[in-house]
């Protein structure tokens, strides 16, 4: 087996153990719910993640790509396709897949209402509290909007940026990307 086949092997299974390992962790959290069980499984979640970054740069040709990039040659459409899921991949898989978008909306809809009928009430303390809560409330719902309207932009400005012709600029920003990926222990 070539080297680079056993590479993409050996990450495969990387990624299978780990995800078996976050799914026991998932099933520790349901049995006790901690925040430290539940912290034990977000990071095992960001070492899957930095895991199948590794599998994806393992896949691609990134050296012939970054040779194209510092000699400012035409990009083929492959090459435009292997920069975008480099830069980008990442928001338009999440844009892809995220189906709670509308819910999220609806919640902060349903928050803001509450918020609006504290202001109208005595602010005791009690509402001062519950106004505390529904800010965390709220807050939960604007950081998930935020992440999803911040993908969508990143994709929609890549797209952007490499719909046509590329000046010398663009050409090193692109490799300065591509050799800040290349990098090893990036997370």
Not at 148 to 174: N, V
Request: glycine share 4%.
């Amino acid at each position: 087996m070539d080297q680079p086949r056993s590479g993409q092997m050996h990450a495969q299974e990387q990624i299978r153990a780990g995800i078996q390992n976050a799914l026991d962790l998932a099933s520790r959290c349901r049995t006790a719910e901690t925040s430290e069980n539940y912290e034990f499984l977000e990071e095992q979640l960001d070492q899957i993640d930095a895991q199948a970054r590794q599998a994806l740069l393992l896949k691609l040709d990134l050296d012939t790509l970054l040779e194209k990039l510092d000699a400012r040659q035409s990009l083929t459409p492959s090459d435009v396709k292997t920069l975008e899921l480099l830069i980008v991949g990442d928001a338009e898989s999440y844009l892809k897949y995220e189906s709670e978008l509308e819910e999220w909306k609806a919640q902060l809809t349903r928050v803001l209402e509450q918020i609006g009928r504290l202001a109208k009430s005595d602010l005791d303390l009690d509402g001062v509290m519950q106004l505390r809560a529904l800010c965390r409330e709220a807050h939960e719902s604007v950081s998930d909007l935020i992440f999803y309207f911040d993908a969508q932009d990143r994709a929609a400005k890549f797209k952007a940026s490499t719909s046509g012709p590329m000046d010398a600029e663009a050409y090193l920003f692109l490799a300065q990307i591509l050799r800040d990926l290349l990098r090893p222990n990036r997370t």
